[in-house]
Structure formats: C-alpha cells, structure tokens
C-alpha cells in the first residue's frame, strides 16, 4: 500500500512517500481547504483516490502512482476534463534530486519533496510565543496575498490559526484564534472585503513539527514554526489554487 500525505514547514509544501515506492509521479487532483464528499468525486467521474489531510489543515486528493511521466500527463488531462482545472503532476523522482542526498528531511525511511506548483499561494506567517501581534515579515507576506486578491478578484482566502503546544488546549484555541483574526483584519485594512477570508483554527491540535522528543524534551526550535496562521488562496469551491492558474501562466 502506498501511503501519501503532506508535510509542511517554513512556509513550504513537501510531499512525503515511502521510499520503496517504485512509481515515481504522483497526479495530485485537487486542494481544498475543507473535506469534501466521496459523491463530489464520483459525480465528476472519479471513483478511486488516495485523500490526505496535512498538517496545513488543507485536503488534498490523489488520482495514483505511475511509473512514466506520460501515463500520469495522460491521467492528469483526464481530471481537468472532468472538472479539476488544477490537477497536477508531481515529479517524485526531480524532487529528490532537488533535495539532495543531505537533505533534512530524509528520515524514518520516508522522503520529503518539495511540491512546487503551490509555494506562492498556500503561506505561512509566524508569531512570537505568546503573542499575536503581526511582525514586520508576516506584513511582508500579507501585503502580497493582499495583492494577489486584488489581482484575482473571484478568489477567497482561507485562515488556519495554529499554536505550539505550550498552555491549556482552551488557551490556545483562543490564541489561534487571535492570530487568525490579526491577519484577517490587516487584509481588511488593506481594503479586502471580509466575506472574502474564512477563519478556522486549531490551536495545538496540528503541529507541523514536533513540541517535544519522546523523552518529554523541549523543543523550542520546533515550537516556533507552530505557530503559524497558513493563507490558503482558494476559488469558490474551497480548492486551493496553483501558482500557474493565479498567475495566469
């Protein structure tokens, strides 16, 4: 069985799967940032795919594994004829090179790649412990997703708020919240219309990297890349957009 699911960390998407998988390209179907029903699928045509919720809190759904780049072109055509504008091939094989053999995110005999088709419109910005003030790098971020909906006027925005694990689950459900709320209102500021952005939060509930070692360990540099909130650019249907189809590539 293969398994496929998400990782993401310092504002990047990596796609993780077994090294002893032996097909090297993935068709990613679709992004959404809610779950959606098996019948959507199957209305348009598509009765079997992998579904992986990652730790962006996004949903992402996988038509299968192929061993040559021209059966999964061949498969990715088919899902944007059935009505998945932003279905994608996903190059195992070119990723891994582009990692390098030092790479980070090798370990427990699982593979990190880079997913580079959605860097630009799924983002993270950080907080300090404790806090939900927005830093002068996170304005940085958020003035750009601004433009990219003034750009884009059909476009939404999806908000997760996210904690490390540090104080009470209440606390930081109310934290995140606060973080995703700061973010929303300086788009507003920035003259985005509120209908627009959609916030939902988890607290310490989805942490992209660990609190803490096994041995009950801080992990204070793990820590600070959870808290986060992630902007999600989606269409109206919750599915998030690639680089290429905001761009107008």
Not at 33 to 48: I, L, S
Not at 227 to 232: D, E, K, Y
Not at 235 to 244: F, L, N, P
């Given at each position: 069985m293969i398994r496929v699911a998400t990782l993401f960390a310092m504002g990047i998407c990596f796609l993780y799967v077994s090294e002893a998988a032996a097909q090297d390209f993935r068709v990613q179907i679709a992004a959404y940032?809610?779950?959606?029903?098996?019948?959507?699928?199957?209305?348009?045509?598509?009765?079997?795919f992998i579904t992986s919720h990652d730790q962006m809190g996004l949903y992402r759904y996988f038509a299968g594994s192929y061993a040559t780049r021209d059966e999964a072109d061949k498969v990715q055509k088919e899902m944007v004829e059935k009505g998945f504008p932003y279905a994608l091939v996903i190059d195992l094989e070119e990723q891994r090179v582009l990692c390098g053999a030092n790479c980070p995110y090798f370990r427990n005999g699982v593979i990190f790649v880079q997913d580079p088709k959605q860097e630009m419109t799924v983002r993270n910005?950080?907080?300090d412990f404790g806090r939900y003030s927005l830093s002068a790098e996170s304005k940085e971020v958020l003035n750009a997703v601004s433009q990219q909906l003034k750009d884009n006027p059909a476009l939404k925005l999806k908000l997760l708020g996210h904690t490390d694990a540090v104080g009470s689950p209440q606390a930081n459900i109310q934290l995140a919240t606060s973080r995703a709320r700061s973010a929303r209102n300086y788009l507003i500021n920035k003259g985005i219309r509120a209908d627009r952005m959609f916030i939902k939060v988890f607290g310490e509930a989805a942490p992209v990297a660990e609190n803490k070692t096994d041995d009950g360990e801080d992990l204070p540099e793990n820590r600070k890349w959870n808290?986060?909130?992630?902007?999600?650019l989606i269409?109206?249907?919750?599915?998030?957009?690639?680089?290429?189809a905001v761009s107008g590539k």
């Open positions: 940032a809610e779950a959606m029903p098996d019948t959507f699928f199957h209305e348009k045509g598509v009765r079997n910005i950080y907080f808290r986060r909130v992630v902007l999600a269409d109206d249907q919750g599915e998030v957009k690639t680089d290429d």
